[in-house]
């Protein structure tokens, strides 16, 4: 059964690496356990949502550099 939550009063919060104007992704905050992500370009499009735990454990590995070392022109 798909999770269906009522994103449409969530407040979204733009990459600062968007401001570059590449191809980024925005968070929502304030979701007890939950956070919500969407496409930057897509900001009516669906949203992914990751449990809190697990985006606070994929965010450590990227800037751990788990996935390999970021470059100027792979985030925009």
Same mark, same amino acid.
């Given at each position: 059964?798909?999770?269906?939550?009522?994103?449409?009063?969530?407040?979204?919060?733009?990459?600062?690496?968007?401001?570059?104007?590449?191809?980024?992704?925005?968070?929502?905050?304030?979701? %007890?356990?939950?956070?919500p992500?969407?496409?930057?370009? @897509?900001? +009516? !499009?669906?949203?992914?949502?990751?449990?809190?735990?697990?985006?606070?454990?994929?965010?450590?590995?990227? %800037?751990?550099?788990?996935?390999?070392?970021?470059?100027? @022109?792979? +985030? !925009?």
């Open positions: 059964m798909a999770d269906r939550r009522d994103l449409s009063g969530a407040s979204w919060v733009k990459s600062t690496y968007s401001q570059q104007g590449g191809n980024c992704l925005e968070i929502a905050r304030g979701f %007890r356990e939950l956070m992500v969407r496409d930057s370009k @897509d900001p +009516h !499009g669906p949203a992914l949502i990751f449990p809190a735990e697990a985006w606070v454990s994929f965010v450590a590995a990227v %800037r751990s550099g788990e996935f390999g070392e970021l470059r100027e @022109d792979d +985030h !925009g």
